[in-house]
């Protein structure tokens, strides 16, 4: 059975990532991209589809032993876990080295430390997420599991034995002993993959990190937070394209035992701003530039057909299938790849994508005429569509609705545009954009504004709340002290908040509409957890308004909730206090960043 979703750790090489259990157990590794089928989908079933495990031996039929210890070595993405056992102690190092021109790689070291400890390696490889069994052999000293396009090769100098579709090796650590095992990933048509080596592999592997974390502009008191977010923002990121992953797997479920579970292995063009703004404010112009420039090359010449997510090459087919053969994480199905959503009409993000082109034009990234075209053509079409129903930035399956976020987002995009033309940057139709802006605005503020309760709903006519509304005051909609932000502000507080102080994204439950009548805003049944990214947007609200000490605390409430590697999943479940959702989840760690940048530069930090 797999691990509570915090019990992992992430190790990955910019191209995809595995997840490692506190038992030793990688439970999830898709070869050899993100979005390619899994090899081990043991997180999302059961021991049956795929899973390699290394640990103490334990016995037969018995649960293995979780480590006592385990953390980064330093600001890496190298995991060390640490067993004490009753004969001594051993410790595993995980890694995947970053990806040159070799085969994708997965690297597991045990060192022994004191005593002698018995080890087993346990390896049940399930290709296309655990549905198909290879035909595994020995290839001289190497073993290979071959099936369709895919082979996984294994090389160790420990001796291995078959038993039950499963690969063992049994042996024995004592101090100072190593033991290498590594899998490599090729196309089964393909020669085999080079004899790795792993020690090399390590060195190289902590060289890159060491290098890449330099980079880092922040120096405050939140700088191990922030920096674990980076490398985390930095493993999702595909090396080849620059596009960045909402997170590694698919399927956690929002709520256990659910319906809410997505395929996350795609590109968002909402992440688009805020990752900028990120990487920009703590140093990191390259990821930003490249980030850039997949988001260009993604987007094409087609704003009249812009989706809100995209492959990690900028792929746009993501068709939605299920994955009936697997029961699901603690049995939360339906397991699905793809992501329907992506054929959705979501109005906001060509506010995103302007406001990401703006950015990187203000903070002076390297000049892109494209960029500044697309831009126009983007406002082009929002001139003739900003007044449609929409599904809105939560991608409800519900009916559309004019989404006051939606509108704001449109108001963002013409804004930016307005500036860039003011500023002579570009040629446009300078009045006519003004005032569909002030249009835009006035409209927000007629329609989607509850007087008598001050403050703004989650779309018109309604009298739902939306944790969306927080973006209002940060993207420059109203300013932080006019009295409906702040209205909006303590209503979510009052309203949108768990009982411990975190932000639901909006109420699940069924709410009345304008007419009276019963509708289902997200189309969905069942409830999700707190999210966690709302969570630090309210954070970011209390300190603008000049809350300080209470965006504080809340801020450091919400690090408390990351795991004891310094990962967050996508939501948090008040009632089982448990992290829920896809996991790592860029969309958590990118607001981690920018409330801690906002709160040192406020100086509203404990000493």
């Excluded at 930035?393 to 006051?404: L, Y």
Aim: net charge negative; glycine share 10%; aromatic share 10%.
């Amino acid at each position: 059975m797999a691990g509570r979703i915090e019990d992992y750790a992430l190790i990955g090489d910019m191209q995809t990532a595995a997840l490692v259990g506190r038992d030793g157990t990688v439970d999830w590794l898709c070869l050899p991209r993100f979005d390619s089928h899994a090899v081990f989908a043991g997180l999302l079933g059961t021991e049956e589809h795929g899973f390699w495990r290394v640990g103490p031996a334990h016995p037969a039929g018995g649960d293995p032993p979780p480590a006592d210890r385990r953390r980064y070595r330093g600001d890496s993405l190298v995991l060390e876990s640490e067993w004490d056992t009753p004969r001594g102690t051993v410790r595993i190092i995980d890694f995947m080295p970053p990806r040159e021109n070799h085969a994708p790689q997965l690297v597991r070291i045990v060192e022994g430390v004191s005593g002698r400890v018995r080890m087993r390696s346990a390896l049940r490889m399930r290709f296309s997420y655990g549905w198909v069994v290879p035909w595994v052999h020995k290839a001289g000293n190497r073993t290979v599991a071959v099936a369709g396009p895919d082979s996984v090769w294994l090389d160790t100098e420990a001796d291995t034995y078959g038993k039950d579709l499963t690969t063992y090796s049994d042996f024995t650590v004592g101090p100072g002993d190593r033991m290498a095992f590594t899998i490599s990933w090729e196309a089964s048509h393909r020669e085999a993959p080079e004899l790795p080596e792993p020690e090399e592999a390590l060195r190289t592997t902590e060289d890159f990190w060491r290098d890449w974390v330099e980079t880092c502009t922040y120096h405050g008191p939140y700088r191990e937070a922030v920096v674990r977010s980076l490398i985390t923002l930095k493993a999702l990121t595909y090396a080849p394209t620059g596009g960045i992953v909402a997170a590694p797997t698919t399927s956690l479920p929002e709520e256990i035992g659910g319906e809410r579970n997505w395929d996350y292995r795609f590109t968002w063009l909402r992440d688009a701003a805020i990752t900028l703004s990120s990487l920009l404010r703590t140093g990191y112009r390259e990821e930003a530039r490249a980030w850039r420039e997949w988001l260009l090359r993604a987007v094409a010449g087609d704003p009249e057909n812009l989706q809100i997510m995209y492959g990690i090459a900028g792929e746009r087919e993501l068709s939605e299938a299920e994955l009936t053969w697997l029961p699901g994480y603690e049995g939360s199905k339906p397991v699905r790849v793809g992501n329907g959503a992506a054929g959705q009409l979501q109005l906001d993000v060509y506010g995103e994508m302007v406001e990401a082109l703006h950015l990187g034009h203000m903070t002076g990234l390297a000049r892109n005429d494209y960029a500044q075209l697309l831009q126009l053509k983007l406002i082009g079409y929002l001139e003739n569509h900003w007044e449609e129903k929409d599904e809105g930035i939560w991608e409800v399956r519900g009916p559309r609705r004019h989404f006051v976020h939606s509108k704001v987002m449109a108001w963002v995009a013409v804004d930016r545009t307005v500036k860039l033309i003011e500023a002579g940057d570009v040629d446009g139709p300078l009045e006519r954009w003004r005032n569909l802006r002030d249009e835009i605005h006035r409209q927000v503020c007629e329609k989607g504004y509850d007087k008598e309760r001050n403050t703004f709903t989650q779309s018109y006519g309604s009298k739902e709340l939306d944790a969306s509304l927080l973006l209002i005051p940060q993207m420059g909609f109203l300013p932080p002290d006019d009295k409906r932000v702040i209205g909006t502000i303590e209503a979510i507080q009052r309203e949108l908040t768990t009982e411990d102080g975190f932000v639901l994204r909006y109420p699940t439950s069924s709410a009345a509409g304008s007419d009276g009548a019963a509708e289902n805003v997200d189309g969905l049944a069942g409830e999700e957890g707190a999210f966690l990214a709302c969570s630090f947007w309210l954070a970011d609200d209390l300190a603008m308004i000049g809350r300080v000490d209470e965006a504080r605390k809340l801020f450091e409430k919400l690090l408390a909730l990351r795991n004891d590697v310094g990962l967050l999943a996508e939501e948090w479940d008040s009632a089982r206090q448990r992290q829920v959702g896809n996991f790592p989840q860029a969309f958590s760690h990118v607001p981690l960043i920018d409330t801690a940048l906002r709160l040192t530069a406020s100086g509203a930090y404990g000493v």
